[in-house]
């Protein structure tokens, strides 16, 4: 039976994505929260959200929900769940429309992460 360090990989997927999950509903309660009680009041962050907003708009336009999933489907520092997250909530996206686009991401980046750590361990198991 092939697993990853010991676990199956079927149970290593959906504990990842359960995880997603969780850290997608976190990370926007938080940052709903932290906006709403503290944020609002610096003018800085306040032009900063904006900002972001009036250059973000576009590309939402242009790429849709296609491009959340493309930014969340790769496994790199910075994109991801977190990323997607929080960039979903500054350009002012509802929950429900962002979680949409970042669980098909959240599938294919912990599907290549899960089916790369399982070459991994195969591997150390044919050197060793």
Do not use: C, D, H
């Not at 910075?78 to 960039?87: E, F, N």
């Amino acid at each position: 039976m092939y697993t990853v360090f010991g676990a199956n990989p079927a149970v290593v997927f959906g504990v990842t994505m359960g995880a997603s999950v969780i850290i997608f509903f976190t990370v926007r309660l938080l940052l709903s929260l932290l906006y709403n009680t503290t944020l609002v009041r610096w003018n800085k962050f306040q032009k900063y959200v904006e900002k972001v907003r009036t250059r973000g708009l576009p590309l939402v336009a242009k790429y849709g929900l296609i491009g959340l999933v493309a930014f969340v489907a790769i496994p790199l520092p910075g994109t991801g769940v977190y990323g997607a997250t929080i960039l979903s909530w500054l350009l002012n996206m509802k929950w429900n429309v962002s979680l949409l686009a970042i669980l098909p991401g959240a599938v294919i980046s912990n599907g290549i992460v899960v089916l790369s750590a399982l070459g991994i361990t195969q591997g150390i198991n044919l050197g060793g």
